[in-house]
C-alpha cells in the first residue's frame, strides 16, 4: 500500500480480554517496529522486526505481550489479560532498514475499561 | 539505550529561533527527526547518517556529531505550524541486526503568534 496501515484505529476492551492489533507496513520494507505512547508520554520501543533475523522483543513490557510477523510482511501485536495500564495508542513503522526512515501508521488507541 | 533530548518544553514567539538537542551513550549510525502534532502520528523531518553531516529542509536543519553522539535541530524564525512535539530517533546499526529504532522522550514545542 501507498503507507503503513493500522487495524483497528480504535479499540475498547473489557480488562481481562485479549486483543490484537494488526499493522500492514510498507511494501518492500523489511524492518517494522511497533511503539507504543501513552497520553503526553514519548514513544515506547515495544519491538522490532529485520527481515528473517529474530526480533528485537527487549522493549516488550511482560509476558502478556507477543508480536508476530508473517511472510515478512504483515504483523500483528497481540495483549493477553488486558490491563487499565495498557491503555495507549500504538504505533507501527516500517523502514526499508534500520537506518532509514521510518514511515508510521496512525496507530491504534487502545482503551482498556 | 534511549537518547536524551533537552530541552523538555520550550516556549516561542513566531520568528523566534530553537535549537532542540539529542545524544545517546553509544555510538550511532544513524539519528531521525519527527515532528508530532496532537492526535497526529509522527511525521519524518529528516535523517542524518554519522559522516558529521548537516541537513536543511525549508528552515529547519539538523547537524549529527559523530564523535560526540550527539545531534541538534535547528528551527529558524519559527512559524505557528512548526507546533508539536519533536522526537529523535536513534539506530547504532544500518540493519542486518536486531537493533531498533529507539526514540527520546520528545521537546514538546509551542510557538505563539
Known amino acids: 500500500g501507498a503507507g503503513v496501515s493500522q487495524s483497528p484505529s480504535n479499540k475498547v476492551t473489557e480488562k481481562g480480554k485479549d486483543v490484537e492489533l494488526r499493522c500492514d507496513p510498507i511494501?518492500?520494507?523489511?524492518?517494522l517496529y511497533w511503539y507504543r505512547q501513552s497520553l503526553g508520554q514519548g514513544l515506547e520501543f515495544l519491538i522490532y522486526?529485520?527481515?528473517?533475523?529474530?526480533?528485537?522483543k527487549s522493549g516488550l513490557p511482560s509476558d502478556r505481550f507477543s508480536a508476530e510477523r508473517t511472510g515478512g510482511s504483515v504483523s500483528t501485536l497481540t495483549i493477553q489479560r488486558t490491563q487499565q495500564e495498557d491503555s495507549a495508542v500504538y504505533l507501527c513503522a516500517s523502514s526499508l532498514g534500520t537506518g532509514g526512515l521510518a514511515f508510521f501508521g496512525q496507530g491504534t488507541r487502545l482503551t482498556v475499561v | 539505550q534511549q537518547p536524551v533530548q533537552s530541552p523538555q518544553a520550550v516556549i516561542l514567539r513566531e520568528g523566534e529561533d530553537a535549537v532542540i538537542n539529542c545524544s545517546s551513550s553509544k555510538a550511532l549510525y544513524s539519528v531521525h527527526w519527527y515532528r508530532q502534532k496532537h492526535g497526529e502520528a509522527p511525521v519524518f523531518l529528516m535523517i542524518?547518517?554519522?559522516?558529521?553531516e548537516q541537513k536543511g529542509h525549508e528552515k529547519i536543519s539538523a547537524s549529527f556529531n559523530e564523535k560526540k553522539q550527539q545531534s541538534s535541530l535547528y528551527l529558524t524564525a519559527s512559524q505557528l505550524s512548526y507546533s508539536g512535539t519533536y522526537f529523535c530517533?536513534?539506530?547504532?546499526?544500518?540493519?542486518?541486526?536486531?537493533?531498533?529504532?529507539?526514540f527520546g522522550k520528545g521537546t514538546h514545542l509551542i510557538i505563539q503568534p
Open positions: 511494501s518492500g520494507h523489511t524492518a
Open positions: 530517533g536513534t539506530a547504532r546499526t544500518s540493519g542486518g541486526g536486531a537493533d531498533g529504532l529507539t
Open positions: 522486526f529485520q527481515g528473517n533475523s529474530a526480533p528485537d
Open positions: 542524518l547518517l554519522k559522516g558529521g
